[in-house]
T-cell receptor, first 115, second 115 residues
């Protein structure tokens, strides 16, 4: 079946602009995760959804970051007023359930460049 | 907080030889999961192998096996009969049971396969 998909693959934006990153998980997967991968910070966990709810948003780097998930499927990660330090690869992963820690399957990521 | 340490930024091995990648972690929890993920230049994070902490038997997947030492908090990956396609970044990762905290990753080891 189809894997996790993310769009766009690459995004170049100007400092101060808003961007939306999209993740389409594997069909039937209830858990969805966002990570950020940068040279300086490595791989950081940002947020987790079980269904449409995100019980803990403390991993988001700042209040300019927000995420939502609708219909238990597609998720969008929004970054407002982008800064150069937001430049990174944003990875999305999904799993069947997080009840006992199921394997997370990753998408190909979105490379964000803020000029 | 949990931490994962990979002390080898880069490793090189001859094709068909065996290589071992090191990983140590720090946690006060007893019920957790450990993973090795592979990330080739395509950015796609691919699960290599997974180990449940409550299992004493080391996990194996074809040419890949782990040496899990729970008391020492060590989780090394052995790749036998190395192939050119094994060249990639390898990340060790930790997850608490339940998965709601996401994966905690090490900094990664860049594996080079010499033909």
């Amino acid at each position: 079946g189809a894997g996790v998909s993310q769009s766009p693959s690459n995004k170049v934006t100007e400092k101060g602009k808003d961007v939306e990153l999209r993740c389409d998980p594997i069909s039937g997967h209830t858990a969805l995760y966002w990570y950020r991968q940068s040279l300086g910070q490595g791989l950081e966990f940002l947020i987790y959804f079980q269904g449409n709810s995100a019980p803990d948003k403390s991993g988001l780097p700042s209040d300019r970051f927000s995420a939502e998930r609708t219909g238990g499927s597609v998720s969008t990660l929004t970054i407002q007023r982008t800064q150069q330090e937001d430049s990174a690869v944003y990875l999305c992963a999904s799993s069947y359930t997080s009840g006992y820690t199921d394997t997370q399957y990753f998408g190909p990521g979105t490379r964000l460049t803020v000029l | 907080a949990q931490t994962v340490t990979q002390s080898q930024p880069e490793m090189s091995v001859q094709e068909a030889e065996t290589v071992t990648l090191s990983c140590t972690y720090d946690t006060s929890e007893s019920d957790y999961y450990l993973f090795w993920y592979k990330q080739p230049p395509s950015r796609q994070m691919i699960l290599v192998i997974r180990q449940e902490a409550y299992k004493q038997q080391n996990a194996t997947e074809n040419r890949f096996s782990v040496n899990f030492q729970k008391a020492a908090k060590s989780f090394s990956l052995k790749i036998s009969d190395s192939q050119l396609g094994d060249a990639a970044m390898y990340f060790c990762a930790y997850s608490l049971r339940g998965g709601a905290d996401g994966l905690t990753f090490g900094k990664g080891t860049h594996l080079i396969i010499q033909p």
